[in-house]
């Protein structure tokens, strides 16, 4: 049963899905390897005296903690330009470094119902999508928005059509679209599900997926239970981190327990550290590398 567009989930339909994204990542690499988010050095991007470029990220990852490959963030970018594109394909090429998708922030609320609002979000989200073409990346995330919501379904139908028109954009260019569990109405696994589910109905399977995130839940939910639901239909898993101890204690939760969660659920790619601690970051990133490399 569905009411505009949103669609019901039952435990059957959830354990067919599941099943069904199985198969996706059956046709992936089966070797988990760590990638790098560029959030976890977002405040060295914002340095006020000599912040780090994004040019200068590939080579930070590759020679500072022999990562492989990583994530763009939208604020870190000077320019869409494709002069300054190929700069940032050519620092990435040297250090050899993959650009694996571009983490869209700060753009409009995709959730928003009013109308000129919500195109203006899709608008701005959108553009983004040619850009991750071009670099070589194979996804853009976008946020769900719904901060402080109050009608739910009506937030989801809303949501539901900017992601619609955001697969229109990800099919044309070869781009998936993906939903981070980054609050608002993302904060509940079900929506995040609603969603995947309607653009799954009217975009196919190949087009739209989560970026499951091992943090980013509110207080109140299961962090585990959440997680198992959305990691089934993850195109990009972020490990987050945050502050480990000398002895690699991580307390804020447990990062095995989700490592694991992940590999149950099929999923076999890059697993992103984001690094959200208090430490200095650089410590921050390579006691996380230490932590997660064993045990992936």
Request: charged share 25%; glycine share 8%; proline share 3%.
């Amino acid at each position: 049963m569905g009411v505009e567009g949103i669609t019901l989930i039952t435990l059957r339909d959830l354990t067919e899905r599941r099943l069904d994204a199985r198969q996706f990542h059956a046709n992936v690499s089966h070797t988990m390897k760590l990638s790098l988010a560029g959030w976890s050095l977002h405040r060295l991007f914002r340095a006020a005296k000599d912040p780090l470029k994004l040019v200068e990220f590939p080579a930070i990852a590759r020679d500072r903690f022999d990562i492989e490959a990583v994530e763009l963030n939208s604020p870190f970018f000077t320019s869409r330009e494709p002069k300054y594109l190929r700069q940032l394909m050519s620092a990435a090429e040297t250090a050899r470094v993959r650009l694996l998708n571009v983490a869209v922030d700060e753009v409009g609320d995709l959730s928003a119902d009013n109308d000129l609002e919500r195109s203006r979000a899709v608008q701005n989200y959108g553009r983004w999508v040619p850009v991750a073409a071009e670099l070589g990346c194979t996804a853009v995330r976008c946020n769900t928005g719904g901060m402080g919501i109050i009608d739910t379904r009506k937030g989801l139908t809303c949501c539901i059509d900017s992601f619609r028109r955001l697969a229109d954009l990800g099919i044309k260019h070869g781009v998936s679209i993906l939903i981070e569990n980054h609050g608002g109405l993302s904060s509940d696994a079900d929506n995040i599900l609603a969603i995947i589910d309607a653009v799954r109905t009217t975009h196919g399977a190949t087009v739209i997926g989560t970026l499951a995130d091992f943090g980013n839940w509110p207080d109140n939910a299961d962090r585990y239970a959440s997680l198992a639901k959305i990691l089934p239909f993850a195109k990009a898993v972020h490990a987050k981190v945050f502050d480990i101890d000398e002895q690699l204690n991580h307390p804020k939760f447990d990062l095995a327990r989700c490592v694991a969660l992940s590999k149950a659920a099929g999923y076999d790619g890059f697993l992103g550290i984001e690094y959200e601690g208090a430490a200095d970051e650089i410590v921050g990133v390579t006691r996380a590398v230490e932590k997660l490399r064993p045990i992936i």
